[in-house]
């Protein structure tokens, strides 16, 4: 039996109380590929943004809001873990300043947000990865696989999942998994489900045995 690490889901990077920046992910495609691991008898620690669907039984599960929390979480649990899939739609930014009180509106002036990088999740984990399996997803408008394997050599990854603009939010999808020599499968389109199954095939996972 392995245990899998899984981010999953949007970040929530706080301007205020009341708001804050995020982005449309669903958090299906992490919560699917969990319970595809699952199935095959292996233990998942999942790592979730705010998402409205319920984790899957038997996945040991940190609830987090921003892009700081899940670092945080993530790297508590890594070295208990044998592998990670980075499926977090992870903000690319913060604020650079939260407020402790609500901002008020002022009709007449422009408004301006700074905002400051956000660590890279899985690129932090993979560093230290040695020989365990680190998958990464790619959510690209341009189909070709250039980005895609930019983004499998920057991060360490030993796969990278490319789908498209509108696997956001889907319950279906495809994908293009690319590995770090010239392998390519096209997975799907299938239900969220289905791909996640198909996806955790082709990364090398079996059923435990234990
Ligand atoms: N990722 C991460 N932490 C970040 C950004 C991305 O862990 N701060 C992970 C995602 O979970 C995904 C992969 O890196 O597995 C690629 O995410 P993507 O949003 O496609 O790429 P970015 O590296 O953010 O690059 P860009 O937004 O410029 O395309």
């Known amino acids: 039996m392995a245990r899998y690490l899984i981010t999953a889901g949007p970040t929530r990077e706080s301007i205020d109380p009341v708001r804050f920046l995020s982005n449309r992910s669903s958090g299906r495609m992490g919560y699917a590929i969990a319970s ?48 990670i899939f980075g499926v977090a739609a992870v903000a690319d930014y913060r604020p650079a300043n939260t407020s402790a009180e609500k901002l008020k509106r002022q009709a007449d002036t422009l408004f301006s947000l700074q905002l400051e990088p956000n660590p890279d999740i899985l690129a932090t984990l993979a560093a230290k990865k040695d020989q365990r399996l680190a998958v990464g997803f790619a959510l690209e408008s341009d189909p070709s696989h250039n980005e895609a394997k930019r983004k499998l050599v920057a991060k360490n990854l030993d ?31 299938a239900e969220k489900s289905e791909l ?3 996806l955790v095939r082709a990364v090398g996972i079996t059923a435990s045995r234990a």
């Open 159 to 189: 796969f990278v999942a490319l789908n498209g603009i509108s696997a956001q939010g889907a319950v279906q999808s495809a994908i293009t998994l690319l590995d770090g020599a010239d392998g390519i499968w096209q997975l799907g389109p």
């Open 196 to 198: 996640a199954r198909e």
């Open 36 to 83: 595809a691991l699952l199935e095959l008898g292996h233990q998942v620690e999942l790592v979730s943004g705010p998402v409205n669907i319920e984790p899957p039984t038997g996945a040991n599960t940190t609830q987090v809001e921003s892009a700081l929390e899940m670092l945080a979480a993530a790297e508590q649990l890594w070295g208990q873990c044998d592998g």
